[in-house]
């Protein structure tokens, strides 16, 4: 049986990340399940009173060509061990996908194996690139105008002028930069933010210690100086820093020397093409026509 989620069955939902996510920090986890996570979002496919599978669907609000569409990412698509290969979750799936056709344009979902979900009808439209930096690729700064302590209006206002390049992306405001900064602080990280001569930001960077290795989650700058000196910031924190960026920053001119690798990162639903022509005036029909018409570069950043 499938249905919407209840709050008594949110630790049973929590076990089954852990199982399926073994490579999911547990602090992230926690931190999603107390601050992010609603269980009227959630559907779970129910056997004997216990359940096997799940996924949570989270709506948005998507900016495409200066229009703000509505849409939802889906994420948690987990079933237990046991109870796989049973056509639970493709259950799941149909009913989700069927309700989101009838009620936004876009539906997304990430994932790093594309063709688990074509025959749902996504494809492919965000990669992302991943530079591994060490010492020697980055241009020395000094740590002046660096803060570790901006606030969510600070980091909104240089968000909202960097994303103003790019298309695709979630609709952001000053709440969810509250959330941003909190979600980083559970994860053990910290954001440093880069303030110019007259104190006006210019770029911030999430920073979350991982082994060896500093990932920047996010990376927002408006000059190459910012860049550097948020990179230079993480180099101090570890010897080898993973800076992610949509696969349109190419940052080649700046790091020419560290290692580049595009990844997939989240694919989309176009769920109706007829409509999606009348909003833009150019006839759609595919995810490859709504990347076609594009008027920026894609970015989206969010993982849930």
């Known amino acids: 049986m499938i ?4 709050e008594q069955q949110t630790e049973e939902i929590k076990e089954i990340w852990r199982i399926c996510f073994p490579k999911e920090d547990p602090r992230y986890a926690e931190y999603f399940f107390k601050s992010l996570y609603q269980p009227e979002n ?11 599978s799940c996924l949570i669907r989270n709506p948005h609000a998507v900016m495409f060509n200066g229009r703000v569409l509505q849409a939802s990412m889906i994420v948690g698509v987990a079933t237990l061990p046991k109870y796989r290969q049973k056509g639970y979750m493709h259950a799941l799936l149909d ?4 309700a989101c056709a009838h009620t936004e344009l876009l539906t997304l979902i990430q994932s790093e194996e594309p063709e688990m979900y074509r025959n749902f009808g ?4 965000y990669e992302r690139a991943q530079y591994t930096l060490q010492r020697a690729d980055c241009r020395r700064t000094t740590n002046f105008g660096c803060s570790y302590t901006p606030t969510a209006i600070d980091l909104l206002k240089v968000y909202s002028a960097f994303i103003a390049r790019f298309n695709g992306f ?11 900064l909190n979600e980083i602080r559970a994860e053990g ?17 999430s920073l979350i210690p991982e082994g060896d290795e500093c990932i920047i989650e ?12 948020l990179v230079n910031a993480a180099l101090q924190e570890k010897r080898t820093v993973k800076l992610l960026v949509s696969e349109a920053e190419d940052l080649g001119r700046i790091f020419p020397r560290a290692d580049r690798k595009v990844y997939a990162s989240t694919m989309v639903r176009l769920n109706d093409g007829k409509l999606f ?7 759609v029909s595919s995810i490859e026509d709504v990347i076609r018409i594009s008027q920026k570069p894609l970015n989206l950043n969010e993982f849930a």
């Not at 249905?3 to 209840?6: E, M, P, R």
């Not at 996504?122 to 439209?125: D, P, Q, S």
């Not at 996010?218 to 000196?229: A, P, R, V």
């Open 122 to 125: 996504f494809r492919l439209m």
């Open 277 to 283: 022509t009348k909003l833009f005036g150019r006839k």
């Open 189 to 205: 990280g910290k954001i440093v933010a880069y303030f110019n001569g007259k104190d006006q930001i210019q770029g911030y960077a």
């Open 218 to 229: 996010e990376c927002i700058y408006l000059d190459s100086m910012s860049l550097t000196k």
């Open 42 to 52: 959630c559907y779970v496919y129910m056997l004997e009173d216990k359940v096997v």
């Open 95 to 98: 009913l989700v996908v069927d």
């Open 170 to 180: 979630y609709a952001r405001d000053l709440e969810y930069f509250v959330k941003y």
């Open 3 to 6: 249905t919407k989620a209840n």
